[in-house]
């Protein structure tokens, strides 16, 4: 189901995956407002999909797009995970440029602003991913531990270089996310998929905040156990992807 208001050739994208996260939707979404407009973004929209909320997150949704011209909601009938509303969210996006945050409210959409400029300011944006990195992690220690460990284990299998690809606050063109193998768990490993294709990453430090509202949706085992398939898939994509070096270009 998808509810649409009218914004014609956005700029950017702001794609938010929730579910179960009534209480946070209403701040965020002023927050994200707040932070568009500190960069001097007027054209953008922000897709919230709702992965198959079973709280009041659809209500409030639709109680925020009353108020706010740039929000659409998309919803899966039924859960499909973080990576699935991702994708979701970027292949119905009407703006070249994306950002994604998750929507727990721990990523701070004060943060948006310095990255939309250090990706505008590269000379080929399009083959640049910038990743947040949180500095001072605001979780409970096993979920901080976890992410540690799950992170380790990842950069040194992959070696992509990048120490927070769990963040969910990255900017992305569209164009480059929708040329990447799609796969459960994608999320979890967007900075190796970019270099795959031969682009960049840059980490920046961002804030990041304690959860106020909801519940964590991935624990110890959802990052370790449930990902080792992917690790190795990701891996082995690496080693199948074909790098020819081209002598000379015709005219």
């Not at 929708?178 to 190796?192: G, I, K, Q």
Request: proline share 6%; net charge neutral.
């Amino acid at each position: 189901m998808i509810a649409q208001n009218s914004i014609v050739s956005p700029e950017y994208s702001v794609v938010v995956p929730v579910r179960n996260e009534a209480g946070n939707i209403a701040a965020l979404t002023a927050e994200i407002r707040a932070a568009m407009a500190a960069a001097g973004a007027s054209a953008y929209e922000i897709v919230y999909v709702d992965d198959g909320s079973d709280d009041a997150t659809p209500a409030v949704l639709r109680e925020q797009a009353t108020a706010c011209p740039q929000l659409r909601i998309i919803r899966h009938a039924a859960s499909a995970g973080q990576s699935a509303a991702i994708m979701t969210g970027v292949n119905a996006a009407t703006g070249p440029t994306i950002i994604t945050l998750d929507g727990d409210g721990q990523n701070d959409p004060a943060d948006i602003p310095k990255m939309l400029a250090a990706f505008a300011a590269d000379a080929d944006p399009d083959r640049l991913l910038v990743a947040g990195q949180r500095t001072r992690r605001q979780d409970p220690w096993l979920k901080r531990v976890s992410s540690k460990i799950a992170n380790a284990v990842r950069a040194g299998l992959l070696g992509d270089g990048t120490p927070d690809t769990g963040c969910g606050l990255k900017v992305f063109s569209r164009a480059a996310f929708v040329s990447m193998p799609a796969f459960d768990h994608m999320h979890r490993f967007l900075p190796t998929l970019m270099l795959r294709q031969g682009g960049r990453v840059l980490s920046v430090p961002v804030n990041h905040r304690p959860r106020l509202e909801g519940v964590t949706k991935y624990g110890l085992f959802d990052r370790l156990g449930v990902g080792v398939v992917d690790l190795f898939g990701v891996w082995w994509l690496q080693r199948r992807t074909p790098k020819p070096e081209i002598e000379s270009k015709s005219e």
